[in-house]
DNA sequence: CGCCTCCATGGAAACGATTCCATCATGGTT
DNA sequence: AACCATGATGGAATCGTTTCCATGGAGGCG
């Protein structure tokens, strides 16, 4: 019953041919045409699918594309996660997916387990530095980030504060420094980008910008950020779209965790009662924001704007719709699929993706 | 610089022992201890992981699970893929993921891509029916299904009838007549289940009857149902509760995307204003009901009253709150993975995890 | 007519691991 | 003192594929 698969020996038995001929016609080498229509019926005939182990030892070439998130409950990840599948299928290569739970040592591990499968090629959204993605790059992996950079100074989570802490160093990671180029006041977008770092973002930077003039131009001037893990950037943006005065104790984190979001949101609302607008880094985020802001019986737009990092197909279902900075998640997993596909030649550049601003209810003027 | 990796020769000849040995000694063999410690600094030392493809190649074994969903992007997947992670970390286990947006023929291509990658233990969230699934099997496949199960007759994709068409056969698919155990009117919860195929379900019977006789007690009558993709089962309990008398009109399906939910909901609204509660069979119909009834200025739940199946975050977040039937999807595809793992012994029975109804503001009394 | 080239073809090595089996040393028993 | 059981150890086969290389035949050209 169990009928075990055919091997290539069997195929050539069956044609009467040498096994090196059935691999030749399988994969487009020389062939007679007589021996060639032969094996191919054979083949079809047997059912006969070449065995990817045996292949992949031979050619010490890895099968598959490794797919690190933090976590594919996030409907952004999911998304991500679909682009990187479209990709990948039509490439005909497998995807080995890892959910790091925005936990460097897990994701750590996920590597190393990656390394095992001879999987050598990654994308990722990191949440370790340079300590996990260092060790992977030397170990030959070809990485490419997606949706974030990693940390750069090792041991350096991308979170940096932790939750419910507020704020963190003044002026931003060391990563986010090199982000904006180290020119304080750049030019408008495109944002100049680490470069040799193959990755694709989003143009964090000038979504955020957006978002915030638009803020400011409804009359709001306590314009909070809640961030979560990986927003660095994000922060960085903000914090240079507000400007040299930034209010510190309206910059505050939250973990991965809804939980976690929740409590930074609700203890944002209740220690400063006065700011009049939110930007919330992530789905998550903006999720809590909302929840949060009912539970204290704030209205939303009219005690307090909001704007939401990320557009998901319920920010559209809450009353009033969630104002939204839109940015493609399907797009960044399969560009980055691409990349990682095509990094044979030269190191591939990094790719940034546009952001929209998609103005819908949830923001109003300051009154 | 791009150091290859150490393959177990090296570690032997730098040991000064056999490949035998080392292999022993790292599968926990025997070996004397001075031998074993010498194996083990060596290997830590240069930093020797086993390569799983030479190991699976050798114990004709597989390496990884397969997981199949439909889509990523509806939440209760993510959740069960989470579930599945985790499960198969904590066994080591790596998961190759698949995507088949509900497709059989992508459903297909994908347990072929499995087969030859040598995954033989699969997760699948079915799409297609017996034709996909019994050659799978005839394989050597382990399956095990989550959330569904696969149509009964070959060819047959479980939807049954097709988008925007108004019901199916009048009682049912074979598959449904079978879960039902062939006892018309059957006995209260808990359902009995088909025996003999591994699967992990939710009880989608308890639910769907919870939440019917919920809306009955609240004064409806004209119910209807919005299905997608593999509700049958949903459906079949939902005219189960009903009684005999299934207004057929209100059982309407769509597809899996959200374009024909929308569609669905909304042509649904429009050619039956005289309903007064819908049934949403899952998070993205549900999602499309609302948008649907917001559209045409049907109030919830004052014009409306509306039940989703699945409880995904943002059900909290509507207003009003939507009254949801949760089911345990990170359980679910835990204890798939669980089953899967250990289908060594004997055939895994189908297990059936408990729904709930969670009343929040969607629902209200017939005026 | 002979030689050289070219192509189809098959044998065999290699990839990296596990595992069977033979070998060898050791220690205990008769 | 001879023998046997036991345990550690290494060699070699094996898994399924690709690929190098040798072989042999056919055909073209000098």
Same mark, same amino acid.
């Given at each position: ?109 996920? =590597? ?115 961030? *979560?893990? %990986? ?52 789905? =998550?985020? *903006? ?45 960044? %997993? ?34």
């Amino acid at each position: 019953m169990e009928a075990k698969r055919a091997t290539i020996k069997d195929v050539a038995e069956a044609a009467g041919v040498g096994v090196a001929t059935v691999s030749r016609v399988l994969s487009g080498g020389s062939a007679s045409p007589a021996t060639r229509e032969r094996v191919l019926a054979v083949a079809a005939q047997l059912d006969y699918r070449p065995s990817a182990l045996g292949r992949n030892l031979r050619q010490r070439r890895t099968g598959g594309i490794g797919l690190l998130v933090p976590d594919l409950t996030d409907t952004f990840f999911g998304q991500l996660a679909e682009g990187v599948l479209a990709c990948a299928r039509s490439a005909g290569e497998p995807v080995v997916l890892g959910s790091t739970g925005d936990d460097p040592e897990q994701e750590a591990e996920l =590597v190393g387990m990656l390394l095992e499968q001879s999987v050598d090629r990654v994308i990722a959204v990191p949440s370790g530095g340079a300590d996990t993605w260092g060790p992977a790059a030397r170990a030959g992996m070809t990485v490419v980030f997606a949706d974030r950079l990693p940390a750069e100074r090792p041991g350096d989570a991308p979170s940096g504060p932790m939750p419910g802490s507020m704020s963190g160093s003044a002026s931003g990671s060391t990563a986010d420094l090199m982000l904006l180029d180290g020119v304080p006041p750049p030019p408008p977008s495109p944002p100049v980008l680490p470069t040799g770092v193959p990755a694709v973002l989003a143009d964090d930077r000038a979504g955020i910008r957006t978002a915030v003039r638009y803020l400011r131009g409804l009359g709001h001037r306590r314009i909070a950020f809640l961030g *979560g893990p %990986g927003h660095d950037r994000r922060v960085a943006a903000f914090r240079e779209a507000i400007g040299p005065a930034v209010d510190e104790d309206l910059v505050v984190f939250a973990t991965g965790s809804r939980d976690s979001a929740y409590a930074a949101a609700s203890g944002l609302f209740q220690s400063r009662p006065d700011l009049t607008a939110v930007l919330a880094g992530g789905n =998550v985020l *903006g999720e809590a924001a909302v929840l949060a802001a009912r539970e204290l019986d704030l209205r939303v737009p009219r005690d307090v704007s909001l704007v939401m990092y990320d557009d998901v197909p319920w920010a559209e279902l809450c009353s009033p719709p969630l104002t939204v900075i839109a940015q493609p998640g399907r797009d960044i %997993g399969y560009r980055a699929c691409e990349l990682v596909l095509r990094a044979s030649g030269r190191r591939p550049r990094t790719v940034v993706l546009p952001t929209e601003l998609i103005v819908r209810g949830s923001c109003g003027p300051l009154r």
